[in-house]
């Protein structure tokens, strides 16, 4: 009998088998970086502003008031410099200050009397100086930092037309289960496939390429053996598979795992919910996440394993656990580590009712999983590790 890891343990090694096969950075146009995650540091091309840059409409003029007006600065023009005291140029939001401008005034704070601008500059400058967000080469954000649209609209800004990320993890799901409906209200000995449809959305979500959803999958080893085959010929690099984790006379992943010659990274975790949740990497590279069938037993297996394992193959740092301060007591599970699944009310975590392996209510009505350590309980007012449905959610 295989002993199970410790969760914390579980964690840190499938983190480590996905930093491992993570693949290599590809240059992704702005357009379609969002969601990806940066493979290299992000350091501006240039100086931010790359020039002087009036920050309100009026006048930038050169010495004491009043000013001669000489011409215009729009944004987008090349400016001339100001040789002379005495002398101003109307200037708009946005255009380039020129070089000897000593004040820049605003236009609602001036006055012009036949060609000539008299006006009190403010205190502190109207305009940006060259390099006064950044300078040129300085780095803004470190390689593993998510790609959002503020990251992009900062790349543009720097000057960049794409950037250097890891590529979006392809996914595929197979449903394992001979009692399994795809349709249609459950009855007469068959049960509704609840993760069929929720797994891919849930893995899109958590940045997977999903390229192929297969269920349910005939409970024979036979089945799950082209099964696998077939999402290794998709291209996939990521493998979720549901049900046949354990080792009852229709669970056929560890024989058909066997057969295509694969090793466990994690086999069974001291955790409760769903212990009997694993990790194997294929011959080919490719890596198998087996999640037990039932669905919070599922989510359960996904928090503590995908969510690490996809940390490491998008080359981001394995994520850190937020804490909370629980609302009210939760039991341990003896010599395992249980996850409790919480939601948020009063600033406090408070355990959520239909919480059975088999149930879904529970879980669509909280934010993640309190963790409770082995050989604890959690105890109303205390510190809590939280474990967010996903990763960087807490709604």
């Given at each position: 009998?295989?002993?199970?890891?410790?969760?914390?343990?579980?964690?840190?090694?499938?983190?480590?088998?996905?930093?491992?096969?993570?693949?290599?950075?590809?240059?992704?146009?702005?357009?379609?970086?969002?969601?990806?995650?940066?493979?290299?540091?992000?350091?501006?091309?240039?100086?931010?502003?790359?020039?002087?840059?009036?920050?309100?409409?009026?006048?930038?003029?050169?010495?004491?008031?009043?000013?001669?007006?000489?011409?215009?600065?729009?944004?987008?023009?090349?400016?001339?410099?100001?040789?002379?005291?005495?002398?101003?140029?109307?200037?708009?939001?946005?255009?380039?200050?020129?070089?000897?401008?000593?004040?820049?005034?605003?236009?609602?704070?001036?006055?012009?009397?036949?060609?000539?601008?008299?006006?009190?500059?403010?205190?502190?400058p109207d305009?940006?100086?060259?390099?006064?967000?950044?300078?040129?080469?300085?780095?803004?954000?470190?390689?593993?930092?998510?790609?959002?649209?503020?990251?992009?609209?900062?790349?543009?800004?720097?000057?960049?037309?794409?950037?250097?990320?890891?590529?979006?993890?392809?996914?595929?799901?197979?449903?394992?289960?001979?009692?399994?409906?795809?349709?249609?209200?459950?009855?007469?000995?068959?049960?509704?496939?609840?993760?069929?449809?929720?797994?891919?959305?849930?893995?899109?979500?958590?940045?997977?390429?999903?390229?192929?959803?297969?269920?349910?999958?005939?409970?024979?080893?036979?089945?799950?053996?082209?099964?696998?085959?077939?999402?290794?010929?998709?291209?996939?690099?990521?493998?979720?598979?549901?049900?046949?984790?354990?080792?009852?006379?229709?669970?056929h992943l560890?024989?058909?795992?066997?057969?295509?010659?694969?090793?466990?990274?994690?086999?069974?975790?001291?955790?409760?919910?769903?212990?009997?949740?694993?990790?194997?990497?294929?011959?080919?590279?490719?890596?198998?996440?087996?999640?037990?069938?039932?669905?919070?037993?599922?989510?359960?297996?996904?928090?503590?394993?995908?969510?690490?394992?996809?940390?490491?193959?998008?080359?981001?740092?394995?994520?850190?656990?937020?804490?909370?301060?629980?609302?009210?007591?939760?039991?341990?599970r003896g010599?395992?580590?249980?996850?409790?699944?919480?939601?948020?009310?009063?600033?406090?975590?408070?355990?959520?009712?239909?919480?059975?392996?088999?149930?879904?209510?529970?879980?669509?009505?909280?934010?993640?999983?309190?963790?409770?350590?082995?050989?604890?309980?959690?105890?109303?007012?205390?510190?809590?590790?939280?474990?967010?449905?996903?990763?960087?959610?807490?709604?």
């Amino acid at each position: 009998m295989t002993l199970p890891i410790a969760w914390a343990a579980a964690r840190e090694a499938v983190f480590a088998a996905g930093t491992a096969a993570a693949p290599g950075p590809v240059a992704v146009p702005l357009a379609e970086a969002d969601g990806l995650t940066l493979a290299a540091p992000l350091a501006t091309l240039t100086d931010l502003p790359a020039f002087p840059t009036s920050s309100v409409d009026g006048w930038a003029a050169r010495g004491p008031a009043p000013w001669r007006i000489i011409g215009r600065v729009l944004a987008g023009d090349t400016a001339e410099p100001l040789a002379e005291d005495g002398t101003c140029v109307e200037i708009a939001t946005g255009g380039m200050v020129p070089e000897g401008t000593t004040a820049v005034v605003r236009v609602e704070e001036s006055t012009v009397t036949g060609g000539a601008v008299t006006g009190e500059p403010r205190k502190l400058p109207d305009w940006r100086r060259q390099g006064e967000e950044a300078t040129a080469g300085e780095q803004l954000l470190p390689a593993g930092t998510t790609v959002t649209p503020g990251v992009i609209g900062l790349a543009a800004s720097c000057g960049y037309d794409s950037l250097v990320c890891r590529p979006s993890p392809r996914a595929a799901l197979l449903v394992f289960g001979d009692e399994l409906l795809t349709a249609g209200t459950p009855g007469a000995g068959r049960v509704r496939d609840a993760l069929g449809p929720a797994l891919p959305a849930w893995l899109r979500r958590a940045g997977c390429d999903v390229v192929q959803v297969r269920g349910p999958v005939a409970d024979t080893l036979e089945d799950h053996v082209a099964a696998l085959r077939g999402a290794i010929d998709s291209g996939a690099r990521l493998i979720c598979t549901t049900g046949g984790t354990m080792h009852g006379p229709v669970d056929h992943l560890h024989p058909a795992l066997a057969e295509l010659g694969a090793r466990y990274i994690v086999n069974t975790v001291a955790v409760r919910p769903g212990f009997p949740m694993l990790v194997a990497q294929l011959p080919g590279g490719q890596l198998v996440a087996g999640l037990p069938g039932n669905p919070q037993s599922t989510f359960v297996a996904l928090v503590s394993l995908v969510l690490p394992l996809l940390a490491g193959l998008t080359g981001r740092s394995l994520p850190q656990l937020p804490t909370v301060t629980l609302g009210a007591d939760v039991p341990g599970r003896g010599d395992f580590t249980h996850l409790a699944l919480v939601t948020l009310a009063d600033g406090r975590a408070h355990p959520v009712a239909h919480v059975g392996s088999s149930m879904l209510r529970g879980l669509a009505n909280s934010v993640g999983f309190a963790v409770i350590p082995p050989g604890t309980e959690g105890r109303a007012g205390t510190v809590a590790q939280l474990v967010p449905l996903l990763d960087g959610e807490l709604s």
